[in-house]
């Protein structure tokens, strides 16, 4: 049992400190079932530090206080350069001219719930939430879930009673999965993922907490007795990394203020691609002896600061509720917002997403909500400050009929989404239908673009992707900002895309559920479009990637004469493409075989990997499971990578995969 214990700690470490793991989750799985066997064998010889015993403990009505024997303070914040030209000219000042530059910890500061863990003796006696500072909150059965806090230190030589500090948080990918997970319960969603990691550290049932993805980074230590620390900020965090504690890896010491503007800078440009929501970066003297001289203002250290990076959550007034209806009918509602900046731009719409949205997030018109924006993501309405409404707000009230051509809107069954029944006699459908057929991946038509798809359809002239052959350059010219040269390229454009292929042209018809990897499908096991639309049910059926939801969508587009005669008059104004020679593939060698392709691929490029892999029967997958054959990785490849390594899933270089093109007559 010790040795087990030993091991799966160790597993552990590598897994959730290190992000290095030695071994698949299977041989994990298989030390952890022995180990609960013996102990279920033995239950006298448990301990409470077996890895077993994350999770265990009753639920508690309530917490219990704590009081931290070490404050925990707070950090003083910064908002410019120039600030921290301050801090630092401050800092020199209050050293007496002792020092002409200083060194400089630099840590990204996370967004999450800071926490203190007490070890004595090296076992994990308490953990707390920072509270007030003075007194905090009893999470000791919370914080032992968590797999990157270690449930006893590693190594030796810890002082005999050590309080570690640092940030517990939720990863953003956990975050969002956590939300979406609540949002198709019709539960509510955490606003961000500080207030997932907070809210789920707080829960009386540690059982709750063992289900949320949380995480811990050690930036500190409070109180140390017993045992002696190094004499540097950033050693100690070294030295914690080796007990088994996760300290944050892009962490940096730097020497002097210019350097920390350079830290921040670099580190504000990566912000949108890290894991976790950080909200600025931390600097701390790195001296201890210095910190001791420079010592504390009421309740933040004057050896450290916070630059703040720009918020990424404001407050702003919804100042109407609009529907948008798209290329399928589902109609959205839009809040229109009083222009503000969050996230580095100007935000002025937010999705609502669905009337159960609407209905959860409990809006009206007028009221004041939180909107965030993370990265990349679109802006979101996070939560309404209820305490804010004006007598005058008006509830959000749905559509009966279209909004833009009045047709019926159903809402069908376990949808949260309304739909426009009128199909494409609704000019949004319609707009929405042919700008998918421009697009790039479809029928890659560049001289017709969004806008002059919207004035097209607007002046009656376009009502389908098929009328757009049949346009003649006197309707054109007397459009709004259309010159000669616009008109030639919009023709020459046309022209050009008549000659495509089978699965652009099914891609590009826009029929529901059906994308880019399911017509390429379509088209290499049929082969022609006629044997496509004669089809039954149970030969749709036999196409990978087609289940009875896109079978059906195919079978109504099939049966639907509208459908039908705009596909007829494409193929009149001249639009062809080669068929493609069906072979079966259950005896292409591939068959059967999923693959991933991740990274820089040098030679071939990521796409015509793709499409060679295809071309052999195998499906390529756009993430790895325990299910993928086999991962082809290049230079850069990064999670993919390694979670096939976690797995224990092959994974071969471009060389190897070239080769093996080669053996099997793929490539010259
Ligand atoms: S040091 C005496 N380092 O920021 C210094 N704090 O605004 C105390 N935080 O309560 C904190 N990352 O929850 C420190 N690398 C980091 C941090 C960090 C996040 C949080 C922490 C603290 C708050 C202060």
Redesign the pocket.
Known sequence: MQSLRVQLESYNYQYYVLDDPSIPDSEYDRCLRRLQELESQYPELVRSDSPTQRVGAKPLDQFQQVSHEVP????D?AFSADEMVDFNRRLLERLGGTQSTLEFAC????????VSLLYHNGVLVRGAT?GDGKTGEDITQNVRTIPSIPLRLRGEGYPAELEI?G?IYMPKAGFEKLNEIARSRGEKTFVNPRNAAAGSLRQLDAKITATRPLEMCC??VGLVRGGELPEQHADILSLLQTWGLRI?ADSQVVTGIDACDAYYEALAVRRDDLAYDIDGI?F?VNSLALQDRLGFVSR??RW?I?RKFPAQEELTQVLDVEFQVGRTGAITPVARLAPVFVGGVTVSNATLHNMDEVARLGLYIGDTVVVRRAGDVIPQVASVVTARRPEDASPVVFPQSCPVCGSVVEREEDEATLRCMGGLICAAQQKAAIKHFVSRRAMDIDGVGAKLVDQLVDEGLVKNSASLYSLEPEQLLSLERMGQKSLDNLFASLEVSKQTTLPRFIFALGIREVGEATALSLANHFGSWEKLVSATESQLLEVDDVGPVVADHLLQFFASQTSLAVVHTLRQAGIIWADIDVVDSGELPLAAQTWVVTGKLETLGRSEAKSYLQKLGAKVAGSVSARTSCVVAGPGAGSKLAKATELGVEVIDEAAFIELLQQLGAKE
Do not use: F
């Open positions: 925990m303070l707070s950090l914040n840590e990204p500061k996370l967004d999450g719930a800071a920072r500090r940030e930036y500190s944050n931390v701390k933040a250290p450290a916070a």
